[in-house]
């Protein structure tokens, strides 16, 4: 049997992992000349980078599988008990206890919150529990945390919301955010746990993963855009390349029409896919000189555009450089990429009194980071109504929103169905 794949994203890798380990012929085609997609490796003024600061959890079992299997293993992760900090308004640290000790212990002792808040946060938890997380009927995630106090809303729920689903309260699906609480708050201690990178996204896995699939006798194409598929009597055709016995298109949703559409068959999908809506996320390097540290190496801002600050050098040892998130649509979009790095140092140094100018800035706008995860978003299938053409990504349907982990595991299921 024979495999063609295109994307090598951490979908098109990982079904490419898998289908390699179980001895099938895959052939990767990728587009551009980095593995990882939407989380690659950027070159900035010789430094290696990423196109956005990415954090895995302990939840994403599926990632942390593969990775083991392709040699990266944990190793290029620091694992670090759940703690959202936004310094002098709220801290919460999980600590190392069975669950659900760890969250009962963590919003207990959550420094910034009242006692009735800290009551009103477990009670909401244990409500949702009981409920198996599981809501009759999807609503929006503002809805869903409409009686929760101010302070839990605005520290809690709401950048937990936008971390996971990058789609901001009013308008992201309560029941996508349910599933990733039930799979991370509300699961082992452990899978809680924030993974974050100790190198860029293109080591992580992409590039280890490569290697498996070539030392198993796979190929993957760097640089090669396939502009069209054939579908044969049996199998399929990429750019004349192949036969294959199947295809699996792992591309970004906005990457599947100009693939699709000579396919009649394969209207619904596309149909499927121009109805998503778009989240961006906007990432802002900041290049301090070397003492330059955050208190923990992510921490939580507000009172401006970016949400997130991670510090490069606790986490990948690049001394000074300092980057910022901003996750989902908003009025920073609207600046010019100067102003919005000073508006975003401006943060850093209310958190970091005397900090002067950076040396250096870049902006980095991801304009169709993920999908809008909004209420019963129809999203295609691994299968599709052509024999032995399978999609592969972060927007296939699951209970996921688009992460890492959710590629992966469509990428996974997209090999399971070919080797049965
Ligand atoms: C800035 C940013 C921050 C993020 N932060 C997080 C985070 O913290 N945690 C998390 O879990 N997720 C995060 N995500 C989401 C995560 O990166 C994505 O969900 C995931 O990488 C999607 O992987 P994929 O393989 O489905 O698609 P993609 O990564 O989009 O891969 C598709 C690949 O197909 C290639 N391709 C397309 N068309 C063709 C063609 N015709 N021929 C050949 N190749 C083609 C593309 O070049 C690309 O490499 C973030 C995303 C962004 C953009």
Redesign the pocket.
């Known amino acids: 049997m024979k495999v063609g794949i295109?994307?090598?994203?951490?979908?098109?890798l990982a079904c490419a992992v898998e289908l390699a380990e179980a001895g099938i012929a895959v052939d990767v085609?990728?587009?551009?000349r980095t593995l990882?997609?939407?989380?690659r490796a950027v070159e900035i003024d010789g430094q290696t980078l990423d196109?956005?600061?990415?954090?895995?959890i302990g939840a994403y079992s599926e990632t942390l599988r593969l990775m083991e299997k392709v040699g990266a293993g944990e190793t290029v992760l620091q694992r670090h008990p759940l703690r959202l900090d936004f310094p002098g308004r709220i801290s919460i640290k999980a600590p190392r206890l069975p669950a659900p000790l760890h969250l009962a212990w963590a919003l207990l002792s959550a420094e910034g919150l009242s006692w009735q808040e800290k009551v009103a946060a477990i009670r909401f938890m244990r409500a949702l529990k009981k409920a198996r997380f599981r809501l009759p009927r999807d609503i929006t995630a503002r809805q869903l945390i409409a009686n929760q106090p101010p302070i839990l809303r605005h520290f809690l729920w709401e950048p937990l919301c936008l971390a996971a689903l990058?789609t901001p309260v009013d308008i992201a699906s309560a029941q996508v955010f349910l599933n990733v609480l039930r799979d991370t708050l509300a699961a082992d201690r452990a899978a809680s746990d924030l993974l974050l990178p100790a190198t860029d996204f293109s080591a992580m896995f992409p590039e280890p993963a490569a290697h498996h699939i070539e030392v198993r006798g796979g190929r993957v194409f760097r640089s090669?855009?396939?502009?069209g598929i054939q579908k044969l009597v049996a199998g399929w055709t990429a750019d004349g390349l192949g036969p294959y016995d199947h295809l699996v298109l792992?591309?970004?949703p906005y990457?599947l029409p100009?693939?699709l559409a000579p396919i009649p068959e394969l209207a619904g999908v596309l149909r499927q896919v121009e109805g998503f809506a778009w989240q961006p996320?906007v990432?802002v390097y900041l290049h301090y000189p070397p003492a330059t540290r955050l208190p923990f190496p992510m921490t939580g801002v507000e009172g401006g555009h970016a949400q997130w600050l991670f510090d490069r050098c606790a986490l990948c040892g690049q001394a000074g450089w300092i980057v910022a998130v901003i996750s989902g649509s908003g009025p920073h979009q609207q600046l010019s990429q100067d102003a919005l790095a000073d508006a975003v140092h401006g943060q850093v140094a209310r958190l970091l009194p005397g900090l002067l100018a950076p040396l250096q800035t870049r902006v980095i706008e991801?304009k169709r980071?993920?999908f809008a995860c909004t209420p019963y978003l129809d999203r295609p299938t691994t299968a599709t109504s052509c024999a032995n053409l399978w999609l592969?990504?972060?927007?296939v349907a699951s209970d996921y929103p688009?992460?890492?982990?959710?590629?992966i595991r469509?990428g996974v299921a997209a090999s399971k169905a070919i080797l049965s």
């Open positions: 295109i994307g090598a994203g951490y979908a098109g085609f990728e587009a551009s990882g997609g939407r989380a196109n956005g600061a990415h954090i895995l990058n090669t855009r396939i502009t792992a591309t970004a990457h100009a693939l996320i990432t991801e980071a993920t592969a990504g972060d927007y688009a992460t890492i982990e959710g590629a469509s």
